[in-house]
């Protein structure tokens, strides 16, 4: 029993972090709204390593169509906005000495559909996963000697009543991001 038990939480645990890999892939996606977490993706050449934006520079949001990047060394200036171009994510970063400031465009409603197409894409990379822990813990609890043909089949039901839970709970993520994204 002790198996079957470590068996389905070591499932349930694959699962919630496939539903934290997809949270981490949907706030990249923006919705026309400025975030800072929309240059989180940005590497930074720091004095010959590759680092984070975030680790060199302040990043904030003073409206929702600005994003501004105040570098912690001046020097570091052009540094950013080569790293910000680079980046392919479609700003166009300008410096006024100070600051980078980064103008959000608006979404084109052909842009909001091509993120929308992104958003469930990641969605059923997620249930892949969700899929593939239900599986790994049903050829497990199959290789069970000590357990009962009962236990086994009350396991992969409990087991796929996870999977069903987590899949409607990644349909509903799924349909608020759709939602955020097709608002203008």
Same mark, same amino acid.
Request: aromatic content about 4%; glycine content about 4%.
């Given at each position: ?34 975030? *800072? ?14 680092? %984070? ?8 949001? %003073?409206? $929702?169509?600005?994003?501004?990047? !105040? ?21 166009? *970063? ?11 465009? *608006?979404?084109?409603?052909?842009? &909001? ?7 469930? $894409? ?8 969700? &899929? ?27 087991? !796929? ?13 799924? $349909? ?9």
């Amino acid at each position: 029993m002790e198996e079957i038990n470590f068996i389905i939480d070591t499932a349930k645990e694959g699962m919630e972090n496939a539903l934290s890999h997809l949270d981490k892939q949907l706030i990249r996606i923006r919705a026309g709204k400025a975030t *800072p977490s929309m240059l989180s993706t940005v590497m930074v050449d720091y004095y010959g390593s590759s680092t %984070p934006l975030a680790q060199v520079a302040n990043i904030a949001t %003073p409206d $929702a169509r600005t994003i501004t990047v !105040q570098p912690w060394e001046k020097s570091l200036m052009t540094e950013i906005e080569k790293a910000i171009t680079y980046a392919n994510l479609g700003f166009n *970063p300008m410096n006024n000495g100070e600051n980078i400031i980064i103008s959000v465009p *608006p979404l084109t409603e052909e842009r &909001r559909f091509e993120l929308a197409k992104q958003a469930k $894409a990641e969605a059923e990379d997620a249930k892949v996963g969700v &899929r593939n822990n239900r599986k790994d813990a049903n050829n497990e609890i199959k290789k069970l000697d000590s357990a009962s043909e009962d236990m086994k089949k009350n396991a992969e039901a409990e087991i !796929q009543k996870l999977t069903d839970t987590f899949s409607a709970k990644i349909e509903t993520i799924l $349909a608020a991001k759709e939602i955020e994204i097709m608002k203008v």
